[in-house]
């Protein structure tokens, strides 16, 4: 079957932190969720990835502090797109990814073999303190 696009009309919705997610989307992943043993150990899932790479952003990784991004045009950060992820298995990442704390979530544009396709990716509140308040605990 077609994954639904994040912002698709298909399906039934979900709400999460204020992101309305269809039956299915697809993340972004940049780091640690890179690893399909960790999304399955958060999900209790596995799920179909492909290489693939985010435009207009670039990533950071500050000595002492997580990995993240920020936009910057005409920039590329390299990942892997996670497909098929459900409602239950994005929440349990969200969690993960301390959303609204560390991160947070949004819609973007990503290159795969396929052509362009929206996901979700995790973006860094580095203007906030939290990623790196959080890594000094």
Known sequence: ??????????????AFHGIRVSQTCSLFVYGTLREPDLVEQLTGKRFPTEPATLLDYERHEPPGSYAYVLPAPGKRVPGVLIRDLDAASLAAIDEYECLGTLYDRQEVVVETERGYERAFVYVGRPDKGAVRDVVQR
Do not use: V
Not at 1 to 14: K, M, T
């Open 1 to 14: 079957h077609e994954p639904l696009s994040p912002l698709s009309p298909a399906g039934r919705l979900f």
